[in-house]
């Protein structure tokens, strides 16, 4: 990356501070664009979900996988329920999406509580596991909550066999059975007729975008979080066993003893995974924590939308310059780094791999959508919308702190916060999934890359061009939604 002549600063910068300019370019589609990492994580997309705990959790992992991401599970989650999910993430199946089940006894509310769990807005009624019938949000509109499922349900509904899945043309076929059919929903069943997952005619069009995230084995890959507190080592090897393909750890505070104590102790398991750490937001953050052992660095301190670090320390750095310095001195040093935070809009996933992070990390703006780990609530006016914390707010530090000895040590340790502990994240109507965000995201990142005549993400990096801007010009970027 370098710089639009006469635009150097002598400030730190905020995404919004810069733009990209665009340069020659012979790429002549955003399909072109290979998106894939460089960092040894063996992701296809650039984008890592925060291990947050409203955020990150099965459905979030195997829906992010599939497309090519990865997610990073919460420390603060008990290790044996980790390994669980770990586990039901790993025997997902790595294009067809895990459905929503119920039995034709069911009622139409426990319908209604489940239907919201994934974005394909349906359940599959199933009879020892063979589907029988399809039921969605509108088959429920106007009818008693207590009515069963098999009163409600389209019976017989169009369904597709695992050998549509096989051969050159295997999506376009599927997604023409679909559409013949008039059906953007259908069960998939295997040899004995057994529900074997779902596919959506969105869903195919996607699967031919994007290369899943896949290990050695063929399963969707999934990382795991570890705090600097506690036995350490015993979890990262609890995570190890699971099948983690990356270990993450993770303080607010990287640049201290008891982190580079931590990625000693994870290294010395040798656990031939990529290991990250952080955050930080110095060359020299970026330099111990390399030096004890990381293979990855987290930049970031107060950027993120329910931290307050910054407000109550004054501690932090405006990110976009935070990632510029630290990923510099990762490549001095033959690691990398994941810009963790800050982004609002597509743009700055760009501006951070442009800035020379391999890996853009995502939280709250996945927070609202159908896959994040919390229950769906609607307002008083109807809308859509999940409650998201920061993981240094009072509600994460209570959650963490429940194994304390006593309650006058709990309750100490709640009297200080940096993070907020309830916001209402809404669910964009037109963007309710978090796959709607990953094509919001990449489809923004494919373009910019051809702006900069990039066909890689290590070209983009080499080849952006970044120039400063007022705030006025970054409000002359911004549409207008409803005319002049």
């Avoid at 952080?278 to 060359?283: D, E, K, P």
């Avoid at 780990?373 to 429940?402: I, Q």
């Avoid at 309650?407 to 993070?419: D, H, N, P, T, V």
Wanted: glycine content about 10%; some cysteine; proline content about 4%.
């Amino acid at each position: 990356m370098r710089m639009l002549p006469g635009h150097s600063s002598g400030h730190d910068l905020t995404y919004g501070d810069v733009f990209l300019v665009p340069s020659y370019s012979q790429v002549s589609s955003r399909f072109d664009v290979d998106l894939t990492t460089g960092d040894g994580t063996g992701t296809t997309i650039p984008v890592v979900v925060a291990n947050m705990t409203a955020i990150s959790g099965r459905r979030m992992a195997e829906t992010v996988a599939r497309r090519g991401g990865m997610a990073v599970l919460p420390q603060d989650v008990a290790l044996d329920q980790v390994q669980r999910t770990i586990g039901e993430i790993k025997a997902a199946h790595p294009v067809l999406e895990t459905p929503v089940t119920v039995d034709r006894h069911d009622t139409v509310h426990t319908v209604l509580t489940l239907i919201d769990k994934r974005s394909h807005g349906a359940a599959v009624v199933v009879d020892d596991g063979r589907p029988v019938g399809v039921v969605t949000r509108s088959d429920c509109q106007g009818v008693d909550q207590f009515t069963q499922a098999a009163q409600v349900m389209t019976p017989d509904p169009t369904m597709l066999t695992l050998d549509v899945l096989t051969g050159p043309d295997a999506l376009e076929t599927a997604y023409e059975a679909q559409e013949s059919a008039r059906r953007r929903f259908a069960p998939v069943t295997d040899a004995e007729g057994r529900l074997a997952g779902v596919l959506t005619k969105i869903g195919a069009l996607r699967s031919s975008i994007y290369a899943p995230a896949l290990d050695a084995s063929g399963r969707l890959r999934v990382a795991g979080a570890i705090g600097v507190n506690g036995d350490v080592a015993a979890r990262a090897r609890g995570l190890l066993e699971a099948g983690v393909d990356t270990l993450v750890v993770d303080t607010a505070h990287g640049h201290q003893s008891k982190m580079l104590d931590a990625l000693r102790a994870v290294r010395s398991l040798d656990p031939q995974v990529p290991l990250v750490a952080g955050n930080v937001v110095t060359a020299e953050g970026v330099s111990d924590l390399v030096e004890a052992g990381a293979d990855i660095v987290k930049v970031g301190v107060g950027p993120g939308a329910m931290c307050t670090t910054r407000m109550m320390t004054a501690v932090g750095r405006p990110q976009f310059s935070a990632v510029l310095e630290c990923a510099q001195r990762a490549r001095e040093l033959g690691a990398h780094v994941w810009a963790d935070g800050g982004v609002r809009h597509p743009r700055d996933v760009a501006l951070a791999l442009a800035a020379g992070a391999s890996q853009v990390m995502v939280g709250s703006w996945f927070a609202g959508t159908h896959e994040s780990t919390g229950d769906l609530h609607h307002d008083a006016d109807g809308r859509a919308y999940k409650e998201s914390f920061g993981m240094a707010s009072a509600r994460a530090v209570a959650a963490r702190t429940a194994a304390d000895s006593t309650a006058f040590a709990r309750a100490r340790k709640s009297l200080f916060e940096e993070g907020i502990s309830s916001s209402r994240m809404y669910l964009d109507p037109e963007r309710p999934g978090v796959e709607d965000l990953l094509d919001h995201i990449t489809a923004g990142l494919r373009s910019a890359c051809t702006y900069a005549g990039a066909t890689s993400m290590a070209e983009f990096a080499e080849r952006a061009v970044v120039g400063l801007q007022s705030a006025a010009g970054y409000d002359e970027g911004r549409p207008l939604p409803a005319g002049w």
